[in-house]
């Protein structure tokens, strides 16, 4: 592996922090807040090559790898059912066309 592989990853939110402070993150303490940006037991955190991503939700980005769109929504899944965030209308209609693919 060359030397700047590393630079051409970046470590990123499933739940971008933006979207989770849409939906009920608002509320949270700081500590609470801090607790979730740096979360590794809930899938939270994973190293990205693709930025496109930024701090859309499924409604407006999927991973460009179908085969990946399950891992992705039920990792989204997850995170937000874990800190009890919202799911709105269109987010929830694209989980269930991703969750579609899973095997």
């Given at each position: 592996?060359?030397?700047?592989?590393?630079?051409?990853?970046?470590?990123?939110h499933v739940v971008p922090l933006k979207e989770a402070w849409r939906s009920g993150a608002a509320a949270w303490t700081t500590q609470d807040r801090r607790a979730f940006a740096n979360d590794l037991t809930h899938?939270?955190?994973?190293?990205?090559?693709?930025?496109?991503?930024?701090?859309?939700?499924?409604?407006n980005w999927q991973p460009p790898l179908?085969?990946?769109?399950?891992?992705?929504?039920?990792?989204w899944i997850s995170v937000k059912h874990a800190y009890g965030l919202t799911v709105d209308p269109a987010e929830r209609s694209a989980l269930d066309g991703m969750l579609a693919t899973c095997a």
């Open positions: 592996m060359p030397a700047d592989a590393a630079a051409q990853f970046d470590i990123d899938s939270q955190l994973v190293a990205v090559s693709n930025r496109s991503k930024a701090e859309k939700d499924p409604a179908a085969d990946y769109r399950c891992t992705y929504s039920r990792a």
